[in-house]
């Protein structure tokens, strides 16, 4: 079990200014956006997060899937993946399709498959697309 506000070693992974700010605000605001935050610990150290962002019933969004370096390769990755499908297939409308989608960073897309993800674009799909807004202070 982990330590209560124990820090993400996120270092090396291009992301830890953002998931930090993720997780504090996630901590001081649990209902703000996301449907679903879990992490994940190993011998007591946290070492993956994910989120699932969305309405809960016709689309969900894996926003965040992240396991620092030195423990990747281990299945935590997996066990994480298949949480947050489990929770969307949870929380889905009975008898409607939900959409869940994510963007994977480069050179991950086969993990993203092994899991029943499909690349885009397909031959009824379009490319996944992406816009960055920059908000002004």
């Known amino acids: 079990k982990g330590k209560k506000g ?10 830890a200014e953002e998931l930090r700010a993720v997780i504090d605000e996630h901590r ?3 209902d703000k956006i996301e449907l679903y935050v879990l992490a994940a610990y190993h011998d007591g ?19 965040d899937l992240i396991v620092v370096p030195n ?3 281990h299945g935590i990755g997996s066990m994480i993946i298949e ?15 939900m959409m869940l989608d994510l963007m ?11 899991h029943g ?19 002004p202070e």
């Not at 124990?6 to 992301?15: A, I, R, S, V």
């Not at 946290?46 to 969900?60: P, W």
């Not at 994977?104 to 092994?114: I, L, S, T």
């Open 117 to 135: 993800f499909l690349s885009r674009p397909t031959d009824d799909l379009g490319p996944g697309m992406i816009q960055y807004l920059e908000i």
């Open 28 to 30: 001081n605001e649990p």
């Open 71 to 73: 423990i990747q390769t």
């Open 45 to 63: 150290e946290l070492v993956g997060m994910g989120r699932l962002v969305g309405d809960g019933a016709v689309i969900c969004y894996i926003q």
């Open 83 to 97: 949480r947050l499908i489990a929770y969307a297939e949870s929380i889905g409308i009975p008898g409607t399709t």
């Open 104 to 114: 994977c960073a480069k050179g991950r897309e086969k993990f993203y498959q092994k």
């Open 6 to 15: 124990q820090e993400l070693k996120l270092d090396g992974t291009g992301w």
